[in-house]
Nanobody, 116 residues
Framework: QVQLVESGGGLVQPGGSLRLSCAAS????????MRWYRQAPGKERELVAT????????TYSDSVKGRFTISRDNAKNTVYLQMNSLQPEDTAVYYC?????????WGQGTQVTVSS
């Protein structure tokens, strides 16, 4: 079965950095687009970054463009989210996502808290 396991979250001061990882299993990782979403308290889940499986093309939400970088290692079945210049408004639970035959699969999420 499809499994996505996020890690790397934590508490960081404003201006700091974190690197999130998402280990995938149960499907052919290299064949699918991977995405990172986040959900802040009281807000809807927001698409943060996408990476194509064939071209490596990356897209970002305006709120993180220039600060976050999504990458993938198909040999390790892992997708990453490097987050720099973190701000309090980046505080959220971060989820990785894959859509397979119109079904969305999610990990359990990893909490990122940006606070002084």
């Amino acid at each position: 079965q499809v499994q996505l396991v996020e890690s790397g979250g934590g508490l960081v001061q404003p201006g700091g950095s974190l690197r999130l990882s998402c280990a995938a299993s149960g499907f052919t990782f290299s064949s699918y687009v991977m995405r990172w979403y986040r959900q802040a308290p009281g807000k809807e889940r927001e698409l943060v970054a996408t990476i194509d499986n064939l071209t490596g093309w990356r897209t970002y939400s305006d709120s993180v463009k220039g600060r976050f970088t999504i990458s993938r290692d198909n040999a390790k079945n892992t997708v990453y989210l490097q987050m720099n210049s973190l701000q309090p408004e980046d505080t959220a639970v971060y989820y990785c996502n894959v859509e397979i035959t119109r079904t969305h699969y999610w990990g359990q999420g990893t909490q990122v808290t940006v606070s002084s």
